[in-house]
């Protein structure tokens, strides 16, 4: 279980809103991606990108010829 801790802690970051429902007595939770939490989704896929790169480079040299 850790998607709700992680969820969590987006919000907590400001990079998640969420919205409560009541749905047949069921509390429903909705999360939405805030602007601040899409830059950041943003920042780190070019980020993961950049060391994917790096280490291809690494575990085949020939590539960078």
Do not use: D, H
């Not at 919000?11 to 999360?31: D, F, M, P, S």
């Not at 950041?40 to 990108?49: K, L, M």
């Amino acid at each position: 279980g850790a998607l709700y801790p992680m969820l969590q802690k987006l919000e907590a970051e400001g990079l998640v809103t969420t919205q409560t429902e009541n749905i047949n007595g069921r509390k429903r939770k909705y999360y939405s991606v805030t602007s601040t939490g899409a830059s950041e989704a943003e920042a780190r896929s070019n980020e993961f990108t950049e060391f994917v790169q790096t280490m291809l480079l690494l575990l085949n040299p020939q590539l960078s010829k």
